[in-house]
């Protein structure tokens, strides 16, 4: 159900996502690729860093995510992090996973990931790819903040 179900629902004013790296400097990369806001029509981001997939794992169950950003050659990988919480989590939010190479999509796939781009960060496909997962998160009636 997205918040166009429910007429009374306040628009969002903040969008969470989720970047798991065991790299500071791919974290920081795709934080600065991501900025406050990667559209328009979408509210400003909130971002939560971590580090390790226990670290995933509790902020996934914790609720409040709408989008997450996997490292797919973070240790442990993101790919098998991303099938775990499809597995695992009901109603899972959307999940870009960053492959190691273009080549490596398929396996973007087999971890049931939404989206995938591929290292190194791209500031223009990141954002790009994390609007259209928070667009079908939040529904059609978000309203910039």
Same mark, same amino acid.
């Given at each position: 159900?997205? $918040?166009? *179900?429910?007429?009374?629902? $306040?628009? +969002?004013?903040?969008?969470?996502?989720? @970047?798991?790296? *065991?790299?500071?400097? +791919?974290?920081?990369?795709?934080?600065?690729?991501?900025?406050?806001? +990667?559209?328009?029509?979408?509210?400003?981001?909130? %971002?939560?860093? %971590?580090?390790?997939?226990?670290? %995933?794992?509790?902020?996934?169950?914790?609720?409040?995510?709408? @989008?997450?950003?996997?490292?797919?050659?973070? +240790?442990?990988?993101?790919?098998? !992090?991303?099938?775990? /919480?499809? *597995?695992? !989590?009901?109603?899972?939010? $959307?999940? /870009? @996973?960053?492959?190691?190479?273009?080549?490596?999509?398929?396996?973007?796939?087999?971890?049931?990931?939404?989206?995938?781009?591929?290292?190194?960060?791209?500031? !223009?496909?990141?954002?790009?790819? %994390?609007?259209?997962?928070?667009?079908?998160?939040?529904?059609?009636?978000?309203?910039?903040?």
């Amino acid at each position: 159900m997205s $918040p166009a *179900d429910h007429p009374d629902t $306040p628009p +969002v004013a903040q969008a969470t996502v989720l @970047v798991y790296s *065991d790299d500071r400097t +791919v974290r920081e990369d795709i934080r600065l690729a991501l900025g406050r806001r +990667v559209a328009a029509d979408l509210p400003e981001l909130r %971002v939560v860093e %971590v580090a390790t997939e226990p670290a %995933v794992i509790r902020a996934m169950d914790g609720g409040g995510i709408d @989008v997450a950003v996997l490292d797919g050659e973070a +240790v442990p990988g993101g790919m098998g !992090i991303c099938r775990q /919480l499809h *597995d695992e !989590i009901f109603q899972c939010p $959307p999940i /870009l @996973v960053l492959t190691g190479r273009p080549d490596d999509a398929w396996l973007a796939t087999w971890s049931r990931a939404e989206a995938a781009i591929s290292h190194p960060v791209d500031p !223009i496909r990141l954002p790009a790819a %994390v609007a259209a997962l928070l667009r079908s998160r939040l529904g059609t009636s978000v309203t910039p903040g």
